[in-house]
């Protein structure tokens, strides 16, 4: 799990995700990740932030795998405190952050994206929270920022996904670009704002923040507390040894 953070000379800090094969996180990784954003903000010479991957796609969401392939119940705790850790940081990250969004951005992907600042997608780029499939919930805390009521329901419920394309009607993505054209459409947007007085910029983020309709860490913990139920029951394990090819649930939790 690879997280870096660079500082350009115009005050954009770039912080990448990069963990092959498909950027799923492991526990460590979401806690890396909000590390990251906490130190930018603290950093008075970071004015914006753009957070982009590496790969295949933005993000696969948890790792999985490392969840059934974990004694007890470490890694489900885990995994749920790092994306906490991780929403809430780009959430309240004292300088705005823009998500560069290319390929999938599922799940775990939704959270980060959805607590962002701005959003530029590639034309490859989709989003969805297929947390049901898992027996899990949590996320449409998030996805319900980038899209209507109805529809995000919508898409809570089937598991379907949307295109970053047909985002941009509902005003949460910005711009859809080529793929080889990303970078630089979030280092545009991003250059736009890093130019501007940092401490106005820092009092904006905090103010907007601070009107809000819905408290996004109350609402995603609310979220998690039926998760919890759901892998008491035996119900998660299920669904997850069906995904990641274990049989964590029939050996029972010790």
Known sequence: MTITSELRPDHVRVITMAHPPVNALTVQGWFDVAAALDEAGADMNTHVVVLRAEGK???????????????????????????????????????????????????????????????????????????????ALGAATHMARLVPQHMMRTLY??????????????????????RDQLDDAALKVAGEIAAKDTRVIRAAK???????????NKSYRFEQGFTYELNLAGVADELRDKFAGTDKSKKGQQ
């Open 157 to 178: 419920f089937t598991a379907r996904t949307i295109k970053a394309a047909d985002l941009v009607q509902f005003g949460s993505v910005l711009e859809v670009v080529p």
């Open 206 to 216: 905090e103010a907007l923040n601070g009107i809000d309709p819905i408290d996004v």
């Open 57 to 135: 796609g933005f993000n696969a969401g948890v790792d999985i795998k490392e969840m059934q392939n974990t004694t007890g119940f470490d890694a489900l705790m885990g995994a749920n405190k790092g994306c906490y850790a991780a929403f809430k940081a780009v959430y309240e990250c004292a300088v705005p952050v823009v998500a560069a969004v290319n390929g999938f951005c599922v799940g775990g992907g939704v959270g980060l994206v959805g607590n962002a600042d701005c959003i530029v997608a590639s034309d490859d780029a989709f989003f969805g929270v297929p947390e049901v499939n898992q027996g």
